[in-house]
């Protein structure tokens, strides 16, 4: 009697696995996101990245502790090492009882430019061996103006499996309804601490309301950092130029060859009307051998929806610091009127 | 004649400073250590500059303690001293950390063990300067007096001529600024479950908001001042006066001209993203857009 029930509850739990719920929240802990800051922080300007560990529950994706990874220089040798650094440091940390399930990676960008097609290709790395990774990003330049920048990023499904099967045609995009937008999904971040730091935070703050972070806030200067944003910007709008005459130059050629095309299927029937009147057989309709029949190959979509992928956040940024200084000048005024 | 001497260490160290990090990773190996263990021991990283010891990083390291006898695993301390280093070489061995109130008997040896380890992984670095003797931090994670107590030592031996006495553990001044910390913003910190982190704007109304209640308690206090309710001090009356006097002094003429210029300036390039984001969504349809054949 115990059997068969044990049995039909393992049956019930087994088959409910099937279905893993969509990731809704990522829940970092406190430690972890010291940890990515102090990391970030100290090699900035330069992009450093490491590994989040932690737990996959339900439709929470909890990060509970990460270790960096050394800045690995362009040497081919240094690769066997990376991997052996990796295994020591799972190992050590299993014997310390920290979570050792890797569940992504962390990586500090400048300005917001990480989208990039390394990313892309990390992603489905990860994705191979993990069942749900999500990449965390933080932009120390972004977390200098008071805001706290981290990022939970993940591929969406379906441009995974168009990245796949490595087909990025506008016929494919358009049938999935795929656009720039979809690429990335944003999933938002959940803060949790135990008990004891708490406990630890709450006497160690101190006296004062007002912290380092409001400092950073409501500094006047913000004009480096927008200067730098609108170069990046610029850039970019420079990159996206060239990828529209790219596809211009494709869909000019693609006429062109349909017009040669015509023109020359034109010329077989006339000649072999011709033929039918001289009684011999007519030649066939087509001629793979010819060069105006040989397809042109579509340009792939996935650069240009990646430059405006980061085009778009540059706007945001920009949006987002504009609103404040618009606070921070009002703010002078009052103080100044007074 | 025999006279208790102090030897001090070859170059005193004056102070120590700790971020917020080490404290958040001792409390999680605490709150992860194995059950039949009554506190957690582990190794303090960082660098030391002018008598300042600044503890940047900690790991924690397995250990086995019983009345009479403490060992730890020296293995591992050196191959996680040989990871970290991969990743910050600058991050050198400045200490050790121990969970629970106080410094207990175990705790010399274990300081005995660092002080070798710390000359030997000196001799690896060839850096003579840094002839700094361990530090040894407590932190307090049983809130025995009802608050949290979290303090730093340095050993000192004393020696009854030529004799070696005992090992003093002497207090040193810990700074727990957390300027670190503040900049994530307490609030986030602070409480076990944030729901979301609070974008641009949100921070913007908070840190407004707390300028505010600011601005609200110096007026209160000069009003008491003024009307005798409260003390007068002079230090706080100059600071009030020097606060003031560092408004720059501009004209209302030339102060709008510069206002408006900035005003200007942030409405073209909000109007200038916009626009940028019209021609990504145009150019998007075309580049997708269907062929005609």
């Known amino acids: 009697m115990a059997n068969t029930m044990a049995r039909s509850f393992l049956q019930a739990v087994s088959s409910s696995e099937e279905v893993a719920p969509p990731l809704r929240v990522v829940q970092m802990e406190g430690l972890a996101v010291l940890k990515i800051i102090k990391h970030c922080n100290e090699f900035s300007p330069a992009l450093v990245t490491g590994q989040l560990l932690g737990l996959d529950v339900g439709s929470v994706l909890e990060v509970t502790n990460c270790f960096p990874f050394p800045i690995r220089e362009e040497d081919e040798e240094i690769e066997a090492d990376g991997a052996n650094y990796q295994l020591e440091m799972m190992r050590c940390l299993r014997e310390v009882n920290v979570d050792n399930n890797t569940i992504g990676w962390y990586q500090s960008t400048l300005l917001g430019s990480f989208q990039t097609v390394e990313l892309i290709e990390t992603f489905m790395n990860y994705q191979e061996n993990i069942r749900r990774c999500v990449c965390i990003i933080y932009d120390p330049s972004r977390s200098s103006q008071g805001a706290l920048a981290l990022k939970a990023l993940k591929l969406t499904d379906s441009f995974m499996d168009l990245h796949r099967k490595n087909n990025f045609t506008g016929e494919k995009l358009r049938e999935k309804k795929l656009s720039w937008v979809d690429i990335f999904e944003e999933i938002p971040i959940k803060i949790s601490n135990p008990a004891l730091i708490s406990a630890f935070m709450t006497e160690l703050e101190p006296e004062s309301p007002v912290a380092q972070c409001d400092y950073d806030r409501l500094k006047l200067s913000t004009a480096p950092y927008m200067e730098r944003n609108l170069e990046f910007l610029i850039d970019c709008m420079e990159d996206l130029s060239s990828e529209q005459n790219k596809f211009q130059y494709y869909y000019r050629s693609l006429s062109r060859q349909q017009a040669q095309q015509q023109a020359w299927l034109q010329k077989r029937r006339v000649e072999n009307m011709a033929r039918k009147a001289a009684g011999e057989e007519p030649l066939p309709e087509e001629d793979p051998s010819n060069s105006i029949f040989k397809p042109i190959p579509e340009p792939s979509h996935l650069d240009s929806y990646l430059i405006t992928n980061q085009i778009s956040n540059y706007c945001n940024q920009i949006n987002g610091v504009a609103g404040q200084n618009f606070s921070r000048l009002y703010i002078m005024k009052a103080l100044h009127e007074n | ?293």
């Open chain 2, 1 to 293: 004649m025999a006279v208790l001497q102090f030897f001090p260490p070859s170059s005193p160290i004056v102070s120590a400073r700790l971020h917020p990090v080490v404290l958040f990773n001792i409390c999680d190996c605490y709150v992860r250590r194995p059950d039949q263990a009554d506190r957690v021991i582990g190794t303090l990283l960082g660098s030391v500059s002018d008598g300042v010891v600044e503890i940047k990083n900690s790991y924690a390291v397995p250990h086995n303690e019983s009345a009479d006898q403490v060992a730890l695993d020296v293995e591992y301390h050196r191959n996680m001293y040989l990871s970290h280093l991969k990743v910050n070489p600058k991050e050198v061995l400045v200490g050790w950390f121990s969970t629970g109130f106080g410094v207990s008997g175990g705790s010399s040896l274990i300081h005995d063990f660092y002080v070798k380890e710390l000359k030997d992984s000196v001799k690896d670095l060839k850096d003579a300067q840094n002839s700094v003797p361990p530090l040894h931090l407590t932190v307090d994670t049983g809130f025995r007096n009802g608050e949290a107590s979290i303090k730093a030592y340095v050993s000192v031996n004393l020696s009854l001529g030529d004799r070696p006495l005992a090992a003093q553990f002497q207090e040193i001044p810990l700074d727990l600024r957390m300027i670190e910390a503040e900049r994530v913003g307490f609030d986030i910190l602070k409480t076990t479950v944030v729901d979301k982190l609070p974008n641009d704007l949100e921070g913007m109304e908070a840190s407004m908001e707390r300028l505010y209640a600011l601005i609200d308690d110096i007026y209160k206090y000069v009003d008491d001042a003024v009307e005798g309710r409260a003390a007068l001090d002079n230090d706080i009356g100059r600071f009030l006066a020097d606060a003031l006097a560092s408004v720059p002094k501009i004209s209302p003429a030339a102060f709008d001209k510069v206002f408006n210029d900035k005003i200007q300036d942030n409405l073209a390039l909000v109007y200038l993203s916009s626009l940028i984001r019209a021609q990504l969504g145009i150019a998007e349809k075309l580049n997708t857009a269907a062929q005609i054949l």
